[in-house]
């Protein structure tokens, strides 16, 4: 039992291996009655260390046990897909779809990963003559990574340091240097330390990217095992002089509580791509970039949207000398966990397409680089190879001397059409949701001052159909009398089909949206969701602000509303502290109201403090947290 609790202790503490270790002997031995929960434990610790054909057997294992786990058979899902088992894979996606899990960003990650696998064997198709090779000489048995090329030599990220990093048990990672060989998959043997100052022994370091002058070099660094989750990993800039590189600095445009990494400069050097999981993403891990001015300042970083991010993991961009965005992802349809996929922009659409076999397989794909537009290298961990991730090379001319590099084929039929529409219903946000008729729809594309469609709801509560742009984003305003104008958002952001999935010339697609719309009544109370203060503080935090901005827009759109904004807090501290507190963060609330343009007149700020609990004797963080809320109670109309 106490080899059980260390390995339980170890996968808290974010030491994968080593809890690895301790729960398979944990599994051997006796005494452990949670046999769902051990096995599950085993299967996020490989999971969680990026091992995820291992983790297939212990989801199966806890899922047969009975583990209760939300998220187990999406997880075990990608272990079946990473294992090429995609028909099990797509068993898995459809049973946890249909438990209609809470998370939404989770629910459409599954909804789109099982339209994938329908679709694996169109994906299958597109192949490439040519083979990748793997440079022998260069891998090793730990992981090799992220290539990348600096005049005549092959710059990459390896796990050849002393000291292990107990996340996966493999040797931290380090970034080295080595000379091309004059033939490019013959190169390895000696690679050397890229720059003793850059060379930390203690902390990861990896994914380089260099200027366009060659005398810049922003690279990742962290995961030194100081803090839980590996949230340290930052971006950092060195620059050249004379034959040394710089000591590192953080770069300011780097989140502290947030992963960021695999930077990749533009083809001009002007603008710098990077992947993050910071507040604001997506999905996981999203691409981002952000412009470097002359005298080398990087201006604040703006996500790169929905037609290339998805809900899961984008990362490892490079952008080629056509300016095409080459770029690793696990949420666009595709073979493996990380496919590797090329995006383009024509006439302001953005088109993403895998690049197909042999370039991508079952297993990790990512971190390609092209040399002359038509051979280069990229990374995998696909059977076969040498270590972990090893590094490929690859010559797109031995296919066909006359093509592009890796370019699709000229489509022999004209390319396919998709009329992208938007429809919904409106109904009372009540139980049961009853249709609601006579309520004006208005339409409204962002940028564009006249409506796009304007509507009345029938009998049925519905409306539409009328026609979308791709890219563009929309809001769908409702107003009936008697109810709260209502603003939903739609975007076309992501949402463009696949051309791989499309089978006819010509493909209608509607998108339904449905309203809620809450009836107006004096003293009907409505709970502001995500209203979080720092402990013992009243101040408005960011996250607090996005929501309050949304009453903001509520009380624009309904400007003969009067309401009182209370606050409430749960019962661990005295009774007199509370109702301070709370006042003070109710006051804070209709301050911050005001300052965005809404008369004072309208709201009353009240706090309640500990007087109107919702659990009351609560005992869990959840709990009370129920009870610490921010709400608007309705005066007048």
Do not use: C
Not at 178 to 201: M, R, V, Y
Not at 610 to 618: D, G, M, S, Y
Request: glycine share 8%; aromatic share 10%.
């Amino acid at each position: 039992m106490q080899v059980y609790k260390k390995g339980v202790r170890q996968f808290e503490q974010g030491e994968y291996n080593l809890a690895i270790e301790n729960l398979q002997k944990a599994a051997n031995g006796k005494g452990v009655t949670d046999v769902a929960r051990l096995n599950y434990l085993l299967a996020e610790s490989y999971r969680l260390s990026n091992r995820f054909p291992q983790a297939a057997p212990f989801y199966q294992k806890a899922i047969e046990a009975g583990i209760t786990e939300v998220n187990a058979k999406m997880y075990y899902a990608y272990a079946l897909k990473a294992q090429g088992k995609y028909p099990e894979a797509l068993a898995q996606l459809d049973q946890y779809v249909a438990t209609k899990p809470s998370s939404k960003v989770n629910l459409e990650k599954a909804r789109r990963e099982a339209e994938t696998l329908r679709a694996i064997d169109l994906i299958s198709q597109k192949k490439i003559a040519f083979q990748p090779k793997n440079i022998g000489a260069l891998n090793s048995p730990g992981s090799e990574y992220a290539p990348v090329l600096r005049g005549d030599e092959l710059i990459f990220t390896s796990s050849r340091k002393e000291k292990v990093y107990k996340n996966n048990g493999q040797p931290m990672t380090g970034i080295y240097k080595i000379k091309l060989a004059q033939k490019p998959d013959e190169t390895g043997n000696n690679p050397e330390k890229f720059s003793p100052n850059i060379f930390k022994e203690d902390a990861n370091e990896g994914t380089p990217a260099f200027s366009k002058d060659g005398k810049i070099m922003i690279f990742a660094r962290g995961n030194n095992g100081k803090r839980k989750g590996g949230l340290d990993v930052d971006l950092y800039i060195s620059r050249l002089n004379g034959n040394t590189w710089s000591d590192p600095l953080r770069l300011p445009i780097s989140d502290s509580t947030a992963w960021d990494g695999s930077p990749a400069f533009s083809a001009d050097g002007k603008t710098l791509y990077f992947a993050s999981n910071r507040a604001g993403s997506v999905g996981g891990i999203d691409l981002y970039r952000t412009n470097m001015d002359a005298s080398g300042r990087f201006s604040r970083p703006v996500n790169m949207g929905r037609d290339i991010n998805t809900p899961g993991d984008e990362m490892f961009p490079y952008v080629a000398e056509d300016g095409k965005l080459y770029f690793a992802s696990d949420g666009h349809p595709g073979l493996g966990k990380l496919d590797i996929f090329v995006a383009t922009r024509s006439q302001g659409i953005i088109s993403v397409e895998n690049l197909g076999v042999p370039i991508n397989s079952p297993a990790d794909d990512f971190g390609l680089v092209l040399i002359d537009n038509e051979k280069g290298y990229f990374a995998s961990n696909r059977e076969g190879g040498k270590g972990d991730d090893d590094i490929y090379f690859f010559d797109d001319s031995e296919s066909n001397p006359n093509k592009p590099p890796l370019a699709s084929t000229p489509p022999a039929e004209a390319p396919k059409r998709v009329r992208y529409f938007i429809a919904g219903t409106v109904s009372e946000n009540a139980s049961p949701q009853a249709p609601l008729d006579s309520a004006k729809v208005r339409i409204i594309e962002d940028g564009v001052e006249v409506p796009i469609a304007e509507a009345v709801t029938g009998k049925p509560g519905t409306f539409g159909k009328y026609p979308l742009k791709e890219g563009k984003d929309y809001t769908v305003l409702v107003e009936r009398p008697g109810y709260l104008t209502k603003r939903e958002q739609f975007t076309m952001q992501g949402r463009s089909i696949p051309p791989i999935f499309l089978k006819k010339a010509e493909t209608d697609t509607t998108f339904d949206v449905p309203v809620l719309l809450d009836k107006v009544s004096l003293g009907k109370t409505f709970v502001l969701e995500n209203i979080y203060y720092d402990l013992d503080k009243y101040a408005i935090r960011p996250d607090a602000a996005e929501e309050l901005d949304k009453l903001v827009t509520i009380l624009k759109d309904n400007p003969t509303l009067k309401i009182e904004l209370s606050s409430h807090t749960d019962v661990r501290a005295a009774d007199a502290y509370n109702m301070r507190l709370s006042q003070n963060r109710a006051k804070a609330a209709v301050d911050y109201i005001v300052s965005k343009g809404i008369d004072a007149e309208r709201m009353i700020a009240k706090g309640y403090g500990e007087t109107q609990l919702i659990v009351k004797n609560a005992k869990t963080e959840d709990e009370h947290q129920r009870n610490r809320r921010t709400e608007f109670k309705i005066l007048s109309f």
